[in-house]
């Protein structure tokens, strides 16, 4: 986890800040999110105290500021007690959601929620997104979890029930949640959350791409150009497969070193 003592006269966290507002005008300028936004969090600890904080990007990131953020602006939130320590700006009301996924699983070091544009039609649709790249198997099974109101409680309830589910399968995973968009969690004991938080930018752009890709292999097996999902030369799924909500991924054994 990363540890941070500011020196004389530099903001608190300066480089963490620094980086989720890099992070943020990426997520904006390749569609990865749209004008309503989302919110970003990753968690660090005070160097001299070991105490922990989220480091989060505040509300309305996207609609106010148009994604183009400065380190003063990205918050260091204390969990919980939700009080701002450093940081201009509200709090977003998302902060129960991503509350909520920290307490289910401590090991999460990133919370990543977008409006990402491929991926939403699979969100929408409610069907779940098969999972047919490379660059992408490591997520696992793309599940589009039942509809709840943005902000809620029910929400952020209905997400941390199924982190703490699923266990170490958490890290790295991605949900899609339902007319709303993404849900990116990463992390695990010995990665810190600068790391993390560019594990969840690398997934929330890759998965973008496999969501257009499986979107085209759904209409080539409609026109009868294929007869299932391909994925690494192998056939791993079907429409019938789609439609009946069995998980469609590549279960074969990930590269360790990736790309």
Not at 29 to 53: H, L, P, Q
Not at 87 to 107: C, Q, S, W
Not at 152 to 167: D, F, H, R, T, W
């Amino acid at each position: 986890m990363t540890m941070f003592k500011a020196p004389k006269g530099r903001i608190m966290f300066e480089h963490e800040r620094e980086d989720l507002a890099k992070v943020v005008k990426i997520v904006m300028e390749r569609d990865d999110t749209n004008i309503a936004g989302g919110n970003i969090s990753f968690k660090v600890s005070a160097e001299d105290t070991g105490k922990e904080y989220i480091i989060m990007t505040p509300t309305m990131m996207s609609e106010a500021y148009l994604g183009d953020l400065a380190p003063e602006q990205i918050l260091v939130v204390e969990p919980h007690t939700r009080k701002i320590i450093a940081g201009e700006g509200n709090l977003t009301r998302e902060i129960n959601m991503h509350e909520a996924v920290y307490d289910a699983n401590p090991d999460i070091k990133c919370v990543f929620h977008s409006h990402a544009k491929n991926a939403m039609f699979w969100a929408t649709s409610g069907l779940n997104m098969p999972n047919i790249t490379e660059a992408t198997q490591k997520v696992g099974f793309i599940e589009t979890l039942p509809f709840e109101p943005n902000c809620s409680e029910p929400l952020a309830e209905l997400v941390s029930a199924n982190i703490a589910k699923i266990g170490e399968k958490a890290i790295p995973h991605m949900y899609l949640l339902n007319s709303h968009g993404v849900l990116i969690t990463t992390g695990g004991k010995d990665m810190d959350g600068l790391t993390a938080l560019h594990s969840a930018l690398a997934i929330v752009d890759t998965v973008e791409w496999n969501a257009d890709i499986a979107f085209i292999q759904t209409l080539m097996q409609k026109l009868g150009l294929l007869d299932g999902y391909y994925s690494k030369g192998n056939k791993i799924g079907s429409l019938e497969d789609l439609e009946d909500g069995t998980p469609i991924y590549n279960r074969k054994a990930v590269a360790v070193n990736g790309d």
